[in-house]
């Protein structure tokens, strides 16, 4: 995915909630529905003893209530990775390796002019992490473009999940060159729907152009909640679908059908800050820009939301 810059906002997280539909350079604004910054407790979701098996086997449960996939009560109890494993082949069905390979060098290599003209909104969005996070989750961590950001956070843990697994050559070496410990990064192959960590086990979470692919976009930030801990923050950049009624909205919606083969699954037409912004986050501060290296992939929404 290919992303037209506004420069940086210089109030880039006020604390409050702004519409999707924010023009671009503009910081959040004031909502109605404004929910406090402090961290909630735990969540009614988690059992008492917070433990991993609980809040998994509830996942597991909703899951197969929402039809993702057939399962049985012995299933969503056992303590097996095949769980996992079922939601990954039934949300992104296995691809030919050339077809894996292909994408996975695609992203390594063709998001080169995106990265540079996104830097400056990445360094001051990942500034967040310092000295506030030492485990760190990404979801859809592709090539591992973000990896370079975390450098100099001495002693911090990675988990990189993405359903590709040819990815992993590519976010080992985006790993090595940024300092990264090998014994401190470890690539997990899942699904967002159904991530294999435990409850409140990382500090934040990054997703970086993911939400576009996923097959159930509420779910996969269910999943994010879960694993992290109260007070945890998910960093985000994500394209969403331009204004109604505008060229680009048409571009949009003609290409959309081709996009989800060729790209991955990728929709160009979601409402994805609505959904971070409904996901029940204690916080969230939400910004939107345009890329001129993107194309017909804008707007897009970049922020930090708190748990």
């Excluded at 959040?28 to 609980?54: G, I």
């Excluded at 473009?145 to 100099?152: E, H, Q, S, T």
Aim: glycine residues 6%.
């Amino acid at each position: 995915m290919i992303l037209h810059a506004a420069s940086p906002c210089s109030a880039i997280f006020p604390t409050s909630h702004a519409s999707q539909q924010a023009k671009p350079r503009s910081t959040s604004s004031n909502c109605a529905h404004q929910r406090s910054p402090e961290p909630p407790p735990f969540p009614p979701l988690f059992c008492h003893n917070h433990s991993y098996q609980c809040g998994r086997r509830r996942f597991i449960e909703a899951a197969a209530a929402t039809s993702l996939f057939p399962l049985c009560p012995s299933m969503a109890s056992s303590n097996s990775s095949s769980d996992y494993a079922a939601i990954l082949n039934r949300v992104h069905p296995p691809k030919p390796d050339w077809y894996e390979d292909f994408y996975a060098s695609v992203l390594a290599n063709g998001m080169k002019s995106y990265e540079a003209e996104i830097a400056d909104y990445k360094s001051q969005m990942f500034a967040n992490l310092r000295g506030k996070a030492q485990k760190v989750m990404e979801i859809g961590i592709g090539a591992g473009p973000n990896l370079k950001y975390y450098a100099g956070n001495e002693g911090m843990e990675v988990y990189g999940v993405d359903p590709n697994q040819k990815m992993e050559k590519y976010a080992r070496e985006a790993a090595q060159n940024a300092g990264l410990p090998p014994e401190n990064f470890e690539f997990k192959q899942a699904a967002g729907e159904a991530i294999p960590l435990p409850d409140a086990s990382v500090d934040a979470v990054v997703g970086t152009l993911v939400l576009c692919s996923v097959t159930n976009v509420d779910m996969t930030l269910k999943e994010v909640k879960r694993v992290l801990r109260p007070g945890g923050l998910y960093i985000f950049v994500e394209h969403v679908a331009a204004k109604e009624g505008t060229g680009l909205r048409f571009i949009q919606d003609l290409l959309d059908p081709l996009q989800q083969i060729v790209s991955d699954g990728c929709h160009l037409t979601r409402r994805t800050g609505q959904n971070i912004l409904e996901a029940g986050f204690s916080n969230v501060d939400l910004n939107m820009a345009s890329f001129s290296n993107a194309a017909f992939i804008n707007p897009q929404i970049y922020g930090v939301a708190y748990r």
